[in-house]
């Protein structure tokens, strides 16, 4: 058995695998693209989900689950023509790490990823207001295994 692959996961795609494709997606993104990507993927219960991903390959934004793929692209356009009527929620654990909850319309959009202190939590926030509009969005939903062996 390969140990690569985890419990319950597809030996398709170990994780460790996945791991090396996005590495090397974000590395290209980084120095050729040069600002955040949606990236589309799926959950374990078959739901739909974006993350907004940095320059740098640090997740920022994780969205709720959709049903159907064509809403989740819906909610990355709406998010990106209205990012101007955007909120942010702020929050600190118990624990001291802060998040925030982006909104739109009264409506919880996405949220964050945990910060450290609050000033990371601010540059994510920057991030995202200047790379959100011009973000390329790339879907993984398929599964699809990109860089075969």
């Known amino acids: ?66 049903e159907l793929r064509f809403e989740c692209e819906e909610a990355i356009e709406a998010l990106k023509i209205s990012l101007d009527a955007c909120n942010y929620l702020r929050f600190k654990t118990s624990k001291g790490k802060c998040f925030f909850k982006l909104m739109l319309n009264e409506k919880v959009v996405a949220t964050s990823r945990r910060y450290s202190t609050e000033l990371m939590m601010h540059k994510g926030i920057e991030e995202i207001s200047k790379y959100v509009s011009k973000a390329e969005v790339l879907d993984f939903s398929a599964g699809d295994f990109v860089f075969p062996d």
Do not use: C, Q, W
Not at 19 to 31: G, Q, R, T
């Open 1 to 66: 058995m390969n140990s690569n692959v985890r419990a319950g996961s597809s030996p398709a795609l170990s994780t460790k695998a996945s791991n090396l494709m996005f590495e090397a997606f974000f590395v290209f993104n980084s120095y050729v693209i040069g600002m955040g990507t949606f990236v589309i993927s799926r959950k374990n219960n078959d739901e739909y989900k974006f993350e907004f991903v940095s320059r740098r390959g640090k997740t920022i934004l994780i969205s709720a689950g959709y």
